[in-house]
């Protein structure tokens, strides 16, 4: 029995049956990431011991039928920008070398309480900037499916881990496509919820106003688990949404018959890879086939989006990180002549050089005598892109479009040009930007064998719809559960 490569709802079941425990599921996993993570490098941190007291406590649960959740007992990773009470969280950034976090952020401790078990914290993107996981300060983050290429960012990491059957699933974060794009680079399901849906305490702030967790699965029936546990009102952050929480499981299997599908003319652009193409207008007429209505929409402030979000993620990314001063947290470089000087130096060290590139666009887009030109201007566009959305979703229920342009690249090929880096977030950045849900399905591979995914995006809050297409398509296509052989 290959216990690494099950989802949540099929561990979930032998869980209960009692035909696994919680312990050999956790120790298998365990035994996986020591065989392989040297190849992958999706972990910063294995937390095994912890993982598996968390797994015993799972089974006790269980055998005493206490408060037991379909994610009990089940091993996940969650990006290093999650505080773990106790454990060292980092988000890839020496800057926060040796931060040992006080406190769990919500989304761990709500998935805790569920019973998951955390086997260990996935690389990242330093401070979750960037679009191939080469932005970590600590290593680069390999792609299963071929090693030579990255596995998207900012949360190439959970991607990856759960891509390599390192875990069941994990937890990352989307600011601006960093789950859904490397969901689709690594061939797994990616989950972005409506900006408020989940609870951001404790997540390390990049762009407060765009930041927002979910989970990467291996289907969607296990994002729609993992989405419920960690869902859901959190009086700790100010912008968590106070709506009541669905039953995601109750509907998704309720298929897209007579559901309008809306197909935005600018998302199939020149340019854009032809197998991805292929891919996804083949995912398009299987929901077709399914009975979904496909009905041609427009987004026409597309084009500014990437300029939009760079600015106004800088901004916020540039006011976030001024609390990296070395007096707080982790990293001080002690030599220095004053207090102003210490700041510089622990920056000028802590910081790498994507970060810094951030900070100083941001700084500079918020000083006096800029700020109406670019940040104002830039909000202003945002609520145009925002609009857009609303008046497509007067004529369909749920979008759908490619994930990303292309399929994963080789690591290097764009570190040199960050424009072009910043445009393999075409497709994914207007979704946060409007706040609204998007998933990434996979929806096949090119011929070099390399996961393509089908993003399908929702109205604010609905969640339930988003995941229904996305499993009316998942279960025609004949189901995700592909692993790459390492
Ligand atoms: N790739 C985008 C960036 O570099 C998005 C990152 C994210 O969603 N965290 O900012």
Same mark, same amino acid.
């Given at each position: 029995?290959?216990?690494?490569?099950?989802?949540?709802?099929?561990?979930?079941?032998?869980?209960?049956?009692?035909?696994?425990?919680?312990?050999?599921?956790?120790?298998?996993?365990?035994?996986?990431?020591?065989?392989?993570?040297?190849?992958?490098?999706?972990?910063?941190?294995?937390?095994?011991?912890?993982?598996?007291?968390?797994?015993?406590?799972?089974?006790?649960?269980?055998?005493?039928?206490?408060?037991?959740?379909?994610?009990?007992?089940?091993?996940?990773?969650?990006?290093?920008?999650?505080?773990?009470?106790?454990?060292?969280?980092?988000?890839?950034?020496?800057?926060?070398?040796?931060?040992?976090?006080?406190?769990?952020?919500?989304?761990?401790?709500?998935?805790?309480?569920?019973?998951?078990?955390?086997?260990?914290?996935?690389?990242?993107?330093?401070?979750?900037?960037?679009?191939?996981?080469?932005?970590?300060?600590?290593?680069?983050?390999?792609?299963?499916?071929?090693?030579?290429?990255?596995?998207?960012?900012?949360?190439?990491?959970?991607?990856?881990?759960?891509?390599?059957?390192?875990?069941?699933?994990?937890?990352?974060?989307?600011?601006?496509?960093?789950?859904?794009?490397?969901?689709?680079?690594?061939?797994?399901?990616?989950?972005?919820?409506?900006?408020?849906?989940?609870?951001?305490?404790?997540?390390?702030?990049?762009?407060?106003?765009?930041?927002?967790?979910?989970?990467?699965?291996?289907?969607?029936?296990?994002?729609?688990?993992?989405?419920?546990?960690?869902?859901?009102?959190?009086?700790?952050?100010?912008?968590?949404?106070?709506?009541?929480?669905?039953?995601?499981?109750?509907?998704?299997?309720?298929?897209?018959?007579?559901?309008?599908?809306?197909?935005?003319?600018?998302?199939?652009?020149?340019?854009?890879?032809?197998?991805?193409?292929?891919?996804?207008?083949?995912?398009?007429?299987?929901?077709?086939?399914?009975?979904?209505?496909?009905?041609?929409?427009?987004?026409?402030?597309?084009?500014?989006?990437?300029?939009?979000? $760079? &600015?106004?993620?800088?901004?916020?990314? #540039?006011? /976030? +990180? @001024?609390?990296?001063? %070395? *007096?707080?947290?982790?990293?001080?470089?002690?030599?220095?002549?004053?207090?102003?000087?210490?700041?510089?130096?622990?920056?000028?060290?802590?910081?790498?050089?994507?970060?810094?590139?951030?900070?100083?666009?941001?700084?500079?887009?918020?000083?006096?005598?800029?700020?109406?030109?670019?940040?104002?201007?830039?909000?202003?566009?945002?609520?145009?892109?925002?609009?857009?959305?609303?008046?497509?979703?007067?004529?369909?229920?749920?979008?759908?479009?490619?994930?990303?342009?292309?399929?994963?690249?080789?690591?290097?090929?764009?570190?040199?040009?960050?424009?072009?880096? $910043? &445009?393999?977030?075409?497709?994914?950045? #207007?979704? /946060? +930007? @409007?706040?609204?849900? %998007? *998933?990434?399905?996979?929806?096949?591979?090119?011929?070099?064998?390399?996961?393509?995914?089908?993003?399908?995006?929702?109205?604010?809050?609905?969640?339930?719809?988003?995941?229904?297409?996305?499993?009316?398509?998942?279960?025609?296509?004949?189901?995700?559960?592909?692993?790459?052989?390492?």
């Amino acid at each position: 029995m290959d216990l690494n490569s099950l989802t949540i709802h099929a561990l979930s079941e032998k869980l209960s049956k009692k035909e696994v425990s919680s312990v050999e599921a956790t120790k298998a996993y365990l035994e996986r990431i020591g065989a392989i993570d040297d190849k992958i490098k999706a972990f910063l941190v294995v937390t095994a011991d912890e993982a598996l007291r968390q797994a015993e406590e799972a089974d006790k649960r269980r055998a005493q039928n206490n408060n037991v959740t379909l994610l009990t007992g089940v091993p996940i990773s969650v990006k290093d920008i999650f505080c773990t009470k106790g454990i060292r969280t980092t988000c890839a950034s020496k800057i926060l070398a040796g931060f040992i976090p006080p406190y769990d952020s919500t989304v761990v401790a709500r998935l805790k309480e569920a019973g998951a078990v955390i086997l260990g914290k996935n690389n990242m993107d330093e401070f979750a900037m960037g679009s191939s996981t080469e932005n970590s300060a600590f290593q680069k983050t390999a792609n299963p499916w071929a090693l030579e290429r990255v596995p998207g960012g900012s949360s190439g990491g959970s991607a990856a881990s759960v891509a390599a059957l390192e875990c069941a699933a994990s937890v990352g974060t989307d600011t601006g496509g960093s789950i859904r794009q490397p969901a689709a680079l690594c061939g797994v399901v990616g989950f972005k919820p409506t900006y408020g849906r989940v609870s951001r305490f404790g997540m390390i702030a990049f762009a407060s106003s765009l930041d927002q967790a979910g989970p990467f699965t291996r289907d969607t029936i296990d994002s729609a688990i993992m989405l419920k546990a960690m869902a859901g009102f959190d009086p700790k952050d100010s912008t968590s949404i106070d709506a009541p929480v669905p039953d995601y499981l109750s509907e998704i299997e309720k298929g897209v018959k007579g559901l309008k599908v809306g197909i935005p003319k600018e998302y199939f652009i020149e340019g854009m890879d032809v197998e991805v193409e292929a891919s996804v207008r083949e995912a398009l007429k299987i929901l077709e086939k399914e009975g979904a209505v496909l009905v041609p929409v427009s987004l026409p402030h597309t084009e500014y989006a990437v300029a939009v979000y $760079y &600015l106004v993620a800088t901004a916020e990314a #540039s006011s /976030n +990180l @001024a609390r990296y001063d %070395g *007096v707080k947290y982790g990293l001080r470089v002690n030599e220095s002549r004053n207090l102003l000087d210490m700041y510089k130096k622990t920056r000028d060290s802590g910081f790498g050089g994507e970060v810094k590139r951030r900070i100083m666009l941001g700084t500079y887009s918020l000083s006096a005598g800029y700020y109406d030109a670019y940040y104002k201007k830039a909000s202003e566009v945002r609520t145009l892109i925002k609009n857009d959305f609303e008046t497509a979703f007067k004529a369909c229920d749920v979008i759908a479009t490619p994930t990303t342009p292309t399929p994963a690249f080789r690591f290097g090929e764009k570190v040199a040009d960050p424009l072009t880096m $910043y &445009l393999s977030d075409i497709f994914t950045i #207007s979704c /946060n +930007l @409007a706040g609204i849900p %998007g *998933v990434s399905v996979p929806c096949g591979f090119t011929k070099g064998m390399l996961p393509i995914g089908l993003q399908i995006l929702g109205k604010p809050l609905d969640e339930t719809t988003v995941l229904r297409a996305a499993r009316a398509y998942e279960r025609a296509a004949g189901g995700t559960l592909q692993a790459p052989a390492l």
